[in-house]
C-alpha cells in the first residue's frame, strides 16, 4: 500500500448548501454552504477542514462537477458561469470529502431550475458615407452602425468587414432609443467597384447575435 495514506475520520458532520431556486441561464450561478461539526475535545468543537464537491445533475442535461476549499470558518463558496447550464431542472448536492476527524458527508440536494430566455431580433442598420468615393480619395469612408430593438437597448460588440478591411469587435455607444458605433474604412483597403458590406452584431441577453450585409 503507498504511504502515507490519507486517513478518514469517522465523527459526523452536517453539511448545508444555498443556491437560487430558479436561474436564467444567462446568469451566473451562486452556491454557498457549511460544513457543521460536533466532536468536540477539551470542550472544544473541531471544525471540519479540506474540500467540499459540488454536483449538478439532471437526467439528459449538461451537468457539472467542482471540487472547492472549505474555509476556515467551516463556509465554501463557488461561482458557475453563465451559459454553463441549459434549460431544465437540476439536482444541486454539496458533498464534503471528510478530513482525519469527520467522516464524508452529503448535504439533501437542493433544486434549481433553470431557464433559457426567448431572445429578441434586432434591427441593423448600416449607413456608408460617402455612398461612393474615389480610389486615390484620402479621406476614409464613414460606416454607421445603428442597433435597435423592441426591448432595452441593445449592448455588447459589433464587428465590421468589407474589402481587405476588418474591424475586430467594437463596443456599442447606447443612445436613447439604440446603440451605435461608426468605422472609418481607409478606401485604400476597398476593392474597385460595390463593396459588400457585413456587419456582426454579438448579441446579449435580451437580443440574438445577427448578421448584416449590405452591398
Known amino acids: 500500500n503507498a504511504w502515507p495514506a490519507t486517513v478518514i475520520g469517522s465523527a459526523t458532520s452536517t453539511v448545508a448548501i444555498t443556491a437560487p431556486s430558479t436561474l436564467n441561464s444567462t446568469n451566473t450561478l451562486a452556491i454557498s454552504g457549511t460544513v457543521t461539526g460536533v466532536f468536540a475535545t477539551n470542550g472544544v468543537t473541531v471544525p471540519p477542514t479540506g474540500t467540499v464537491t459540488l454536483t449538478a445533475t439532471s437526467t439528459g442535461l449538461t451537468t457539472f462537477t467542482v471540487t472547492v476549499p472549505l474555509l476556515n470558518n467551516g463556509t465554501f463558496t463557488e461561482t458557475v458561469p453563465a451559459n454553463t447550464l441549459s434549460a431544465g431542472i437540476y439536482s444541486l448536492v454539496a458533498t464534503y470529502n471528510g478530513d482525519m476527524v469527520y467522516a464524508a458527508h452529503s448535504s439533501s440536494p437542493t433544486t434549481v431550475a433553470v431557464t ?16 461612393a468615393v474615389n480610389s486615390n480619395s484620402a479621406t476614409p469612408v464613414s460606416v454607421a452602425v445603428t442597433v435597435s430593438g423592441s426591448g432595452a437597448i441593445p449592448t455588447r460588440t459589433v464587428t465590421l468587414t468589407s474589402g481587405s478591411y476588418s474591424s475586430g469587435a467594437q463596443t456599442l455607444a447606447a443612445g436613447t432609443t439604440s446603440a451605435s458605433y461608426t468605422f472609418s474604412i481607409p478606401v485604400a483597403m476597398l476593392i474597385s467597384g460595390n463593396n459588400t458590406i457585413t456587419v456582426v452584431y454579438s448579441g446579449d441577453s435580451i437580443y440574438k447575435s445577427v448578421t448584416s450585409t449590405t452591398a
Not at 433559457?116 to 455612398?131: F, G
Open 116 to 131: 433559457t430566455p426567448i431572445l429578441l431580433i434586432p434591427t441593423v442598420t448600416v449607413t456608408a458615407t460617402p455612398s
